[in-house]
């Protein structure tokens, strides 16, 4: 009676309270009731970025800043008139080459922000000496600067410049060639504008392509631009623009690409369900292969 006793004493007491857990060494196995998983999440935090360490200027960067400074003030004084200057007139070149010396300085010491500002102001004196080599020496350097300084917005506004002083002494050419750089170099959300203003210098479409005296090398100005449009997926873009590119590569006789050109119109000719323009483009590249 006493073992029947412990037995019912023992089931009952594993229904309310469940079995209790084997002694170690015990063969038991153990309960393989899953435990409550209402417990809180744990928080997780986000992993702390970590600023680049940017090193304080040294005495010795500080001091060249001063002197760089000084220069720059110095430079004003040759194209400021003074109070009672009756044969006074100014000295852009030498105000163009004490502030180009002073952004050197200042490039050095690594304060880019002020050599930027130093080489616009010489690039600006040496303009207004009519030195114009020296001027878009100093625009380049600032674009440069500005670039890897990560000021997108104030170099494209420096290699516009340098385009603009090309325009000056009639270089068109390299004028545009600079804004494909620029747009290269910038590679951003400005980079559409400067080929786009680059090709409209060369030719904006307005007239007619026969009067315009262009160089060799124009058509790789627009070349540039339909890469960049197609690289970016921009195809209704590059449908646009095709009309223009196409009359360059012919004015400067590009056979090849003018092929490849017309291929490129029809393709997206056909995209678009056009079928009679297609045939049209696809009629000229066959022209042009014969012809060759």
């Keep these: 009676c006493g073992k029947m006793a412990s037995k019912q004493y023992k089931a009952d007491r594993n229904e309310l309270f469940g079995a209790a857990e084997p002694a170690k060494g015990s063969s038991k ?61 100014p000295d852009y070149g030498k105000a163009g080459t004490l502030c180009e010396k002073a952004a050197n300085k200042l490039q050095i010491a690594r304060f880019p922000k002020e050599a930027v500002e130093c080489f616009t102001e010489a690039g600006e004196y040496h303009e207004q000496d009519g030195s114009m080599s020296k001027a878009i020496t100093n625009y380049g350097k600032a674009a440069d600067l500005s670039l890897r300084s990560g000021n997108i917005e104030e170099a494209s506004k420096m290699f516009t410049k340098v385009a603009t002083t090309y325009i000056s002494i009639g270089d068109v050419q390299r004028a545009a060639d600079s804004l494909v750089a620029a747009a290269k170099a910038v590679n951003s959300k400005e980079s559409e504008q400067l080929y786009s203003d680059a090709c409209d210098l060369i030719w904006d479409g307005s007239e007619g392509l026969e009067d315009l005296t262009i160089g060799a090398r124009a058509h790789e100005v627009f ?38 050109a017309y291929l490129t119109s029809a393709i997206l000719e056909i995209a678009e369900g056009d079928f009679v323009h297609a045939q049209v483009n696809e009629k000229e590249r066959g022209t042009r292969e014969v012809v060759n």
């Design 29 to 89: 196995k153990k309960s393989t009731v899953p435990k409550s998983t209402n417990s809180a999440p744990k928080k997780t935090t986000a992993p702390v970025v970590q600023k680049p360490v940017i090193r304080p200027p040294t005495q010795q960067e500080l001091k060249q800043k001063e002197e760089a400074l000084a220069q720059r003030n110095e430079a004003k004084t040759f194209v400021t008139k003074p109070r009672f200057g009756l044969f006074w007139s």
């Design 223 to 260: 070349e540039s631009f339909v890469e960049y449009l197609i690289a970016k997926d921009e195809m209704k873009k590059v449908k646009n623009f095709l009309p223009r590119y196409i009359a360059m590569l012919r004015r400067n006789e590009m056979t090849a690409s003018l092929c490849k």
